[in-house]
């Protein structure tokens, strides 16, 4: 990442630099051509999904600098064609929209294509369902043009909602025009989440691995491990183990034990407990800090919790230590201990006639709800986060999940013996 960000600075010396080499006339860098500005842009968006995560900051302040330019431009500019594609580019790139309204309505001479200004104003003030059918056009039109990919992109996320496998055609088109930039790393990761959506295993595992391979340090990239989890979890027995090893060979092993440790843990919740024990032990294999590995331990008991080793189970997640733990974590484990006790309980009398509501209670504050843990792919959320909410239950939905899940079992239970005491 040091050398990315090395070619950054090279980057922005060069569009300083020939501001200040002209200081007659390039006041304010008022001379640098639109055009020019945007490859610096670019260049820093590019180098933000592929890594340098310190190149944010000058987007924002080139963004900025790009605004004023086209705002303050004399309109003959864009009779060079290059400053009206990078008008239109820098619109769809996180620009202020209205900027692109400003220019198109002083377009006297019509250096702006109306059709497309049209459109993507519409697209950007939130209308962009009601040009779908004019983007898609215009996206082939321009296919071979500077703007192409930027509409192929903007195309898809107007078609996803009505026609997922067109906003799919558009997607692929973006990223194979623009290979190693924000286009692609955009286009692949909402490549993921339609075909996880839609169950297309195949086609879901071959993105995922192109997203792995090429932008596992996007700060994007914990979208992309929400979408995989989800598609492990939903489809394991189709998608196989070689298949998860696959995907995450990219990553290095902090980045792997978290996708594992989300896996684990949502394959726990589901009741999937060969995939829970598998994604822990893995996760514990690759080693860290006490945190990841307290996680690990804690999904592999929940995964033990149907099994007839119950007992060893429930010694496992009791030992794991309160601090290791999120509050949402928390929550599961006492979830998973509730369901545990009273399994190896004995039956009584009462047991047969009515069932006690499962209170969490608890001492701790209730105003948390701020302290959720974000999920970030580098690694857990720290053991310093906020208590829980007043009960489990309401705090993560997760808990009710366990425990509905849990009781269901344990009324099964309770019929049976029912039946066999009435019948003796």
Do not use: C
């Not at 006639?353 to 105003?367: C, H, L």
């Amino acid at each position: 990442m040091a050398f990315a960000g090395t070619r950054l600075l090279f980057t922005a010396g060069l569009v300083f630099g020939v501001a200040s080499a002209h200081p007659a006339t390039a006041q304010d860098r008022g001379d640098l051509a639109p055009y020019a500005m945007l490859r610096s842009l670019q260049f820093v968006q590019d180098s933000v999904v592929l890594g340098d995560h310190s190149a944010s900051e000058m987007q924002r302040f080139m963004l900025e600098m790009i605004d004023q330019r086209l705002r303050n431009a004399d309109p003959s500019i864009f009779e060079d064609p290059r400053n009206v594609d990078a008008a239109l580019i820098y619109a769809m790139s996180g620009g202020n929209p209205g900027t692109l309204e400003y220019l198109a309505s002083r377009d006297i001479a019509g250096n702006f294509d109306s059709r497309v200004a049209d459109a993507l104003r519409k697209y950007l003030s939130g209308k962009g369902t009601l040009v779908a059918k004019s983007l898609a056009e215009m996206a082939g039109e321009y296919r071979d043009e500077k703007i192409g990919p930027y509409l192929a992109l903007v195309s898809g996320n107007v078609s996803v909602v009505k026609d997922p496998q067109g906003a799919l055609v558009f997607y692929d088109w973006a990223r194979l025009t623009a290979p190693g930039t924000i286009i692609e790393e955009a286009a692949l990761r909402r490549s993921v989440a339609i075909a996880v959506d839609a169950n297309m295993v195949g086609e879901a595992l071959s993105y995922a691995r192109k997203y792995a391979r090429r932008f596992v340090h996007s700060p994007y990239a914990s979208q992309f491990a929400d979408f995989f989890v989800q598609l492990v979890v939903g489809h394991f027995g189709e998608i196989r183990e070689e298949d998860i090893d696959g995907t995450l060979e990219f990553m290095d092993a902090d980045r792997r034990r978290e996708v594992f440790l989300r896996i684990a843990r949502a394959a726990a919740v589901a009741g999937k407990s060969d995939l829970a024990r598998l994604a822990s032990v893995k996760a514990e294999a690759l080693g860290g800090s006490p945190t990841p590995e307290a996680l690990a331990r804690l999904y592999g008991g929940l995964a033990d919790i149907p099994t007839d080793d119950i007992g060893a189970a429930m010694r496992v997640i009791t030992e794991v230590p309160e601090e290791a733990l999120s509050p949402r974590d928390r929550a599961l484990r006492e979830a998973a201990k509730v369901v545990a006790e009273q399994v190896l309980s004995q039956p009584t009398t009462e047991s047969f006639a009515q069932e006690t509501p499962v209170n969490m209670n608890n001492t701790e504050d209730a105003n948390s709800q701020d302290a959720l843990p974000r999920n970030e792919i580098a690694g857990p959320a720290p053991a310093t986060e906020g208590p829980m909410a007043g009960t489990a239950a309401n705090f993560d939905p997760a808990f009710q999940t366990f425990v509905d899940s849990g009781r269901s079992k344990l009324n099964a239970i309770d019929e049976l013996l029912k039946e066999e005491s009435t019948s003796k």
